[in-house]
């Protein structure tokens, strides 16, 4: 069974740093994009980073230059540098893997699959 476990999370000054991990486990031959996406109180679930297997990111306008988003294929991890951040940064963050190529009884099939989220809480 494939599962994203997230780390990471947790509370920070604003202007502080922190840095997420997420790491896909079970029988998993390729995952093409990885990111991170975030839920605050009150809002809509919604994207803070994407990267494909290739390298090629994208980054929500509100984060451009302050995160940072990586991964490490041979261990299907994806990782979130987050600088300066703000307390409208506060939010629990999910990782997701789309194109997740993995054994579904015989058969092999592609899958989006989600973390459970981990909680970041930028205050004072």
């Known amino acids: 069974q494939v599962q994203l476990v997230e780390s990471g999370g947790g509370l920070v000054q604003p202007g502080g740093s922190l840095t997420l991990s997420c790491a896909a486990s079970g029988s998993i031959f390729s995952i093409n994009a990885m990111g991170w996406y975030r839920q605050a109180p009150g809002k809509e679930r919604e994207l803070v980073a994407t990267?494909?297997?290739?390298?090629?990111?994208n980054y929500a306008d509100s984060v451009k230059g302050r995160f940072t988003i990586s991964r490490d294929n041979a261990k299907n991890t994806v990782y979130l540098q987050m600088n300066s951040l703000k307390p409208e940064d506060t939010a629990v963050y999910y990782c997701n893997a789309d194109g997740l190529s993995t054994l579904v009884g015989l058969s092999v099939r592609l899958l989006e699959v989600w973390g459970q989220g981990t909680l970041v809480t930028v205050s004072t």
């Open positions: 990267i494909t297997s290739g390298g090629s990111t």
